[in-house]
């Protein structure tokens, strides 16, 4: 089983639609939780980091499961801008340095 | 900040070439870390240091990899000989390494092997 695993997608919506994606993790020591996105041929970039309580950021809110060890993606009024690879990043103490864990991430398509 | 710096951009060489890969990290992160990205395979950790020190290389795939970082400004990642297989998306990327920091990303070294 992968540490971190996510549905590949792709996700095709219309624009104006709302979205989710979830991801799951194996480590129950895992401490910190991101969502990245990766637009194609480009670096990674943090979209959000995700908290215990949720949180929000204008059309995008993250959620986090301990008790199940997921975190999920919320994207709501999609824009044709919001077409990408979003990332679940988890990271947890191993050999006392924090090492993150990426999952393959979920493709996204808006179209008009 | 100009951000964590990788170059070069493209690399095109030949099958049993050397290839060097060069990563400056953004000032005052003190964790750098080398990842391969291909369609296949995703997003790979291949090393990583903490303060200059290799902590954990199990991610390199063979001997024909290696990475050093000299000083806290630099790091290379280097294979030798190069292969076809070995053509993918490199990735350098820093942090200060603390639970709640996230890391930067470069904007990575396309590498084909010919």
């Known amino acids: 089983r992968k540490e971190v695993e996510q549905d590949p997608g792709p996700f095709n919506v219309p624009e104006g639609a709302t979205v989710a994606f979830n991801c799951t993790y194996s480590?129950?020591?895992?401490?910190?939780f991101f969502w990245y996105r990766q637009d194609c041929r480009k670096e990674p970039k943090l979209l959000m980091s995700v908290y215990s309580s949720g949180n929000e950021d204008g059309r995008f809110t993250a959620q986090l499961n301990r008790a199940s060890q997921y975190i999920s993606l919320l994207i709501r009024d999609s824009k044709l801008s919001d077409s990408a690879t979003y990332l679940c990043v988890v990271k947890a103490l191993s050999g006392g340095s924090y090492i993150p864990t990426f999952g393959r991430g979920t493709s996204l398509i808006v179209h008009p | 900040d100009a951000g964590v710096i990788q170059s070069p951009r493209h690399e095109v060489t030949e099958m049993g070439q050397e290839v060097t890969l060069r990563c400056k990290p953004i000032s005052g992160h003190n964790s750098l870390f080398w990842y391969r990205q291909t369609m296949m395979r995703g997003l790979e950790l291949l090393i990583y240091f903490n303060n200059n020190v290799p902590i954990d290389d199990s991610g390199m795939p063979e001997d024909r990899f290696s990475a050093k970082m000299p000083n806290a400004s630099f790091s290379t990642l280097k294979i030798q000989p190069s292969e076809p297989r070995d053509s993918a998306v490199y990735f350098c990327a820093t942090w200060r390494s603390s639970s709640t920091d996230t890391q930067y990303f470069g904007p990575g070294t396309r590498l084909t092997v010919l």
């Open positions: 480590n129950s020591a895992s401490q910190s």
